[in-house]
C-alpha cells in the first residue's frame, strides 16, 4: 500500500500548461495543484533538476502564474514540477493567490466538493457556457489494465 506523504494538500484540476525548457517549447495539462508545484499529465521523460519556465492558465479568469520550475520526478506519463521562483509581472499572479483564484471560480454553491476539488464550468449571461471537454484514455504504463483516466481539457471559446 502506497502511502501519501505530501506536506501540502494538493488540488485535483485541470489547467493548460506551457513549459519551455532549454530544448522547446511543448504544453501539457495538469494533474493537481498546490503552491509549490503540480504535477502534469505528459509523455516528455526529463532527468530530476531539469529548469523550466512553466506558465498555467484557465479559461476561467485571465491571469497566469508563471514560475521558473524544478523537475522534481518523472515517469512516462506524468512530471512533478517545484515552482522554484514565481514571475511576477502584469496579468500574472503569485502561486497562492492563482490557487486561491482557482478554487474561488471552480466551486459551485451547495456541492460537496466545493472548496475541495474545482468544478469547471463558466456562466453566461445567464445560461451555462459548456467549458470542458472530456476524453478518456487508457494509462500506459499498465497495459494490462484497462481502466480509464479522465483528463479535463479547457475549451477556447472565440
Sequence with gaps: MTEDLRRIDRVSVCCRVSVRDRYGMWTAVTEDICSHGCRVFTQRLLRAGSLLNVTLSSDLFPEELEAVSEAVWSTPDRLGIA?????VRSGTLLPDAWLAKVLEHGATPGSAAAGVVPVVRRMGARTPVRS?????AVPSTSPDKLADTLLRLPIRHA
Design 83 to 87: 515552482f522554484i521562483d514565481p514571475i
Design 132 to 136: 470542458v471537454q472530456v476524453l478518456r
